[in-house]
C-alpha cells in the first residue's frame, strides 16, 4: 500500500486486520447458514460465533504452510474446541477471500462516494459563484470566444456527476458473493448457503461463478475509478494552465509560510495539482492491470491474486486522498476576475471576428468573402497589435457592408453570456 497517501478510513479497510475479520466474517456467515440447514448443531454455532484469529500466530503458522486461508484457518481453529470442525465447512479459499473482497470493496467504494459528493458540492457552490465571472474561452490553447468561469465550473460539476453514477454501477458489479465450492458447482455446499449467508452479509449471490468471482466485476471497478481519477487530472491540468505567470487567472491555495522552490523565494507553484495528475496516472495503470486480470486460466488461476493486492488496495487509496486533496483546492481557489478580463482584452478585440463575420454573412455577402474581409484585417491586428475594431472602421469594404454603429454594437461581451442562465437552469445550478 501507498502509506504516504493513506487517509485513515480508507486505511482501515485495506489493513490487515480488516481483511482477516472480513474472512471471519463470511466463515461464520456460512456457518450460520449451514445451522439453519442443520447440518451445525446450535450449541457449536454459539461458540463458533465467537472465534477469534490471532495475527502472531498466523504469521507463525504462514511460515511453515506458505499458504494465508490455511494459516488464518489455523489461528481460528484455536481459538476454538472441536466444533472448529465445521470452520470452512465445503468451501475453498476463494469462496472466503473472493466474497470477502466484496465487502472491502463495497467498503471503500462507499467512502468514495462520499468524497465524490464532497466535490461536487464544491464545484457547485464555485459554479454558481462565478457564474456570470467573464473569462477567455481557449481551444488548442489560444484564445477563442468569451465565456465564464462558472461555467466551466459547471461543467466539470455535470463531469463529477456522471462519475457518481459510474460508480455506483460499479459498485452493483462487485456487491456479489461467491460461496459455490472448488469450481463453482456446489458439489460440497448447496445454493442455498450461499443464498444465506450472502443474505447476512449484505451481498447478493453470484448467479454462476468458478473457483472465483469472474474479475471483469472488478475491472469494472478499477476502470471507474481511473476515470474519475483521470477527471480530476483534466481539472487540475486546468488550473494548473490558469496559473502560469503569464495568464493567472487561478490559482490554487498557499499558505501561509509555505514555500514552492528551495532555490527560488517567489515561486508559488500548483504542487497539489500536479500531485492530482501524477497519482491519477498511477490508477490508470492499475485499471489495465485490472482488465488483464480478467482472462484466467480454465476455471481459475492465482495470476490476478498477487497484484490485486497492490491494485486494489492502491487504487482506492490513491482516489480517495486526491479526491481529498482536490476538493481542498477548489474550496480554496484563489479566482481573480480582473485578471480575466485583462487577458480577455489583450488581444484587442479579436474575440468577436465570428461576430462580425456572421453579420458581413446576414448583410449579403458570401461567406467566404466575409471571412476573407474579417481574417485580413485579423491577420493585421494579431501582426501589428492594433485594435480590431479600427482596422475594421478603416477598411472601406467592411464599412460598405456595416454601417459603424452596427459594426460598434457588435462588439459586446454581454453576448456570450445571453444563454448561461438556460445553461445553468437545465443543470439544476440555481
Same mark, same amino acid.
Given at each position: 500500500m501507498i502509506e504516504r497517501y493513506s487517509r485513515p478510513a480508507m486505511k482501515k479497510v485495506w489493513s490487515d486486520e480488516n481483511k482477516f475479520d472480513k474472512w471471519l466474517q463470511v466463515e461464520i456467515a456460512v456457518c450460520e447458514a449451514w445451522a439453519e440447514l442443520g447440518v451445525i448443531p446450535k450449541e457449536d454455532l454459539s461458540k463458533i460465533r465467537k472465534a477469534r484469529f490471532n495475527m502472531k500466530r498466523f504469521d507463525e503458522i504462514l511460515k511453515v504452510t506458505h499458504h494465508d486461508m490455511t494459516a488464518f484457518l489455523g489461528s481460528v481453529a484455536e481459538s476454538l474446541g472441536?466444533?472448529?470442525?465445521?470452520?470452512?465447512?465445503?468451501?475453498?479459499?476463494?469462496?472466503?477471500?473472493?466474497?470477502?473482497?466484496?465487502?472491502?470493496?463495497?467498503?471503500?467504494?462507499?467512502?468514495?462516494?462520499?468524497?465524490?459528493?464532497?466535490?461536487? /458540492? =464544491?464545484?457547485?457552490?464555485?459554479?454558481?459563484?462565478?457564474?456570470? &465571472?467573464?473569462?477567455?474561452?481557449? &481551444?488548442?490553447?489560444?484564445?477563442?470566444?468569451?465565456?465564464?468561469?462558472?461555467?466551466?465550473?459547471?461543467?466539470?460539476?455535470?463531469?463529477?456527476?456522471?462519475?457518481?453514477?459510474?460508480? =455506483?454501477?460499479?459498485?452493483? =458489479?462487485?456487491?456479489?458473493?461467491?460461496?459455490?465450492?472448488?469450481?463453482?458447482?456446489?458439489? &460440497?455446499?448447496?445454493?442455498?448457503? /450461499?443464498?444465506?449467508?450472502?443474505?447476512?452479509?449484505?451481498?447478493?449471490?453470484?448467479?454462476?461463478?468458478?473457483?472465483?468471482?469472474?474479475?471483469?466485476?472488478?475491472?469494472?471497478?478499477?476502470?471507474?475509478l481511473a476515470i474519475v481519477g483521470s477527471s480530476l487530472e483534466k481539472f487540475a491540468t486546468e488550473i494548473r494552465g490558469l496559473q502560469k505567470t503569464e495568464t493567472l487567472e487561478a490559482e490554487e491555495p498557499f499558505a501561509k509560510g509555505q514555500t514552492g522552490s528551495s532555490a527560488m523565494p517567489h515561486k508559488r507553484n500548483p504542487e497539489l495539482c500536479e500531485r492530482v495528475c501524477g497519482l491519477a496516472r498511477l490508477v490508470r495503470g492499475h485499471a489495465l492491470t485490472s482488465m488483464e486480470n480478467i482472462a484466467l486460466w480454465h476455471e481459475r488461476d492465482i495470476s490476478h491474486s498477487s497484484n490485486e493486492r497492490i491494485t486494489m488496495p492502491d487504487s482506492c487509496l490513491v482516489l480517495d486522498y486526491i479526491l481529498s486533496i482536490f476538493t481542498d483546492v477548489i474550496k480554496g481557489l484563489q479566482v481573480y476576475p480582473e485578471r480575466m478580463r485583462e487577458n480577455v482584452e489583450l488581444t484587442r478585440g479579436l474575440v468577436f471576428s465570428q461576430r462580425v463575420l456572421l453579420a458581413l454573412v446576414d448583410r449579403g455577402l458570401s461567406r467566404q468573402q466575409a471571412y476573407e474581409l474579417v481574417q485580413r484585417n485579423a491577420m493585421r491586428a494579431w501582426k501589428e497589435r492594433t485594435d480590431f475594431l479600427q482596422l475594421l472602421r478603416d477598411d472601406r469594404d467592411v464599412v460598405a457592408a456595416l454601417p459603424a454603429a452596427e459594426l460598434e454594437s457588435l462588439f459586446d461581451y454581454q453576448y456570450y453570456l445571453k444563454h448561461i442562465d438556460h445553461i445553468f437552469a437545465r443543470l439544476g445550478l440555481e
Open positions: 472441536e466444533e472448529s470442525r465445521f470452520i470452512h465447512l465445503g468451501l475453498t479459499s476463494s469462496d472466503v477471500m473472493d466474497t470477502a473482497l466484496s465487502l472491502q470493496l463495497l467498503d471503500a467504494t462507499d467512502i468514495l462516494e462520499k468524497d465524490v459528493a464532497s466535490l461536487i /458540492e =464544491a464545484l457547485r457552490e464555485k459554479a454558481i459563484e462565478h457564474k456570470h &465571472t467573464l473569462m477567455m474561452g481557449r &481551444t488548442h490553447g489560444v484564445h477563442a470566444e468569451p465565456i465564464t468561469f462558472g461555467l466551466k465550473m459547471a461543467l466539470w460539476t455535470e463531469e463529477m456527476k456522471r462519475n457518481a453514477h459510474r460508480l =455506483a454501477e460499479a459498485r452493483k =458489479a462487485v456487491g456479489v458473493g461467491k460461496i459455490s465450492g472448488a469450481v463453482g458447482t456446489y458439489a &460440497t455446499v448447496p445454493p442455498e448457503v /450461499e443464498e444465506k449467508a450472502c443474505t447476512r452479509l449484505g451481498l447478493s449471490p453470484a448467479p454462476v461463478s468458478s473457483q472465483v468471482i469472474q474479475r471483469d466485476r472488478h475491472a469494472q471497478l478499477v476502470t471507474t
